[in-house]
T-cell receptor, first 118, second 113 residues
Framework: GAGVSQSPRYKVAKRGQDVALRCDPI?????LFWYQQALGQGPEFLTY????????KSGLPSDRFFAERPEGSVSTLKIQRTQQEDSAVYLC????????????????FGPGTRLTVL | KQEVTQIPAALSVPEGENLVLNCSFT??????LQWFRQDPGKGLTSLLL?????REQTSGRLNASLDKSSGRSTLYIAASQPGDSATYLC????????????FGSGTQLTVLP
């Protein structure tokens, strides 16, 4: 079956532009996560959805970052007024269970979107 | 706050060698630990997941061990091959949040033919 997909794979934005990054999780997966990976670093947590509910957004670096998952499937991460420090790979992951009840489940990652802000 | 450290940051070995990658974490209250592989420009591929109650997991030439009390995990790769060249990341899922993973910075492995 299909894994987690993300689009676009690459995005170049001028400083100050708004961008939208899309994630299609594995069909039926309840939990969805966004991570940010700077060059040479491990991914860092941004936000978590259980179905359509955003239960944790503690990792979002500023109020310029916004994520949604309105129908509990596809998710969009939006970055407003992009800055050079936003340049990173943005990874999406999904998991089949509700995180609180099934913390033992693995997360499956998409290929990421590489964002470059000029 | 949970911190995950991976040593070494980079490793280069000749083909055929057995090797060990190290991961340490500061908070032993974890649900599980997962080892991932990341190829340049690609996403993360899960290699092994060890539950907190387990001591090790094996898959093919890979063996991962977990010592929760000391906050350590190792990934053992037997008979390394050039195709094993990649960055290896370990990540822990911490009790309490039960949601996100906390990652180390990775070990970049190069296996020379």
């Amino acid at each position: 079956g299909a894994g987690v997909s993300q689009s676009p794979r690459y995005k170049v934005a001028k400083r100050g532009q708004d961008v939208a990054l899309r994630c299609d999780p594995i069909s039926g997966h309840v939990s969805l996560f966004w991570y940010q990976q700077a060059l040479g670093q491990g991914p860092e947590f941004l936000t978590y959805f259980q179905n359509e509910a955003q239960l944790d957004k503690s990792g979002l670096p500023s109020d310029r970052f916004f994520a949604e998952r309105p129908e509990g499937s596809v998710s969009t991460l939006k970055i407003q007024r992009t800055q050079q420090e936003d340049s990173a790979v943005y990874l999406c992951a999904s998991s089949s269970g509700r995180a609180g009840l099934s913390p033992l489940l693995a997360q499956y990652f998409g290929p990421g979107t590489r964002l470059t802000v000029l | 706050k949970q911190e995950v450290t991976q040593i070494p940051a980079a490793l280069s070995v000749p083909e055929g060698e057995n090797l060990v990658l190290n991961c340490s974490f500061t908070d032993s209250a974890i649900y599980n630990l997962q080892w991932f592989r990341q190829d340049p420009g690609k996403g993360l591929t899960s290699l092994l997941l060890i539950q907190s109650s387990q001591r090790e997991q094996t898959s093919g030439r890979l063996n991962a061990s977990l010592d929760k009390s000391s906050g350590r995990s190792t990934l053992y790769i037997a008979a390394s091959q050039p195709g094993d060249s990649a960055t290896y990341l370990c990540a822990v899922k911490v009790s309490g949040s039960a949601r996100q993973l906390t990652f180390g910075s990775g070990t970049q492995l190069t296996v020379l033919p």
